[in-house]
Nanobody
Framework: QVQLVESGGGSVQFGGSLRLSCAAS????????MAWFRQAPGKEREAVAA????????FYADFVKGRFTISQDNAKNTVYLQMNSLKPEDTARYYC????????????????WGQGTQVTVSS
C-alpha cells in the first residue's frame, strides 16, 4: 500500500549540492509529517529535517541549518531536501519517513519509511 521512494543521491565534492526527492504512493502527504533522516556507518540514525505538510512548518537539526531546505509539492505528492554546502560529515544514507505520531526527531515515531539513498561527499 504505502510506498516512499527516495532518489537524487550521489557522490559530490566538498561544497557541492544535491536535491533529494521522496515520492509517496498509496498515501497523501497533504496533512501529515514528513521527514528526512540519515545514518552513517557506526552512528545512530539521526533526524535531519521535517515538514508539517498542512501548515508548511519546517524543523531542522542544528548541523544542517542554513544549508538544507525541506519542501513539499502536494500536486506531485513529493517531499524534497535541497542540500547545499555539503561537507564530508554529511556522508550517509538518507531516508524519507512519513506520519510522525510524536516528536519529529524520533525515528520510532514514524509509520512509513523509504529504502534510502546514498549521499557521499568527498574532501
Amino acid at each position: 500500500q504505502v510506498q516512499l521512494v527516495e532518489s537524487g543521491g550521489g557522490s559530490v565534492q566538498f561544497g557541492g549540492s544535491l536535491r533529494l526527492s521522496c515520492a509517496a504512493s498509496g498515501y497523501t502527504i497533504s496533512s501529515t509529517v514528513m521527514a528526512w533522516f540519515r545514518q552513517a556507518p557506526g552512528k545512530e540514525r539521526e533526524a535531519v529535517a521535517a515538514i508539517y505538510t498542512s501548515s508548511d512548518s519546517t524543523f531542522y537539526a542544528d548541523f544542517v541549518k542554513g544549508r538544507f531546505t525541506i519542501s513539499q509539492d502536494n500536486a506531485k505528492n513529493t517531499v524534497y531536501l535541497q542540500m547545499n554546502s555539503l561537507k564530508p560529515e554529511d556522508t550517509a544514507r538518507y531516508y524519507c519517513a512519513a506520519e510522525c505520531g510524536g516528536s519529529w526527531e524520533m525515528p520510532y515515531d514514524y509509520n512509513y519509511w523509504g529504502q534510502g539513498t546514498q549521499v557521499t561527499v568527498s574532501s
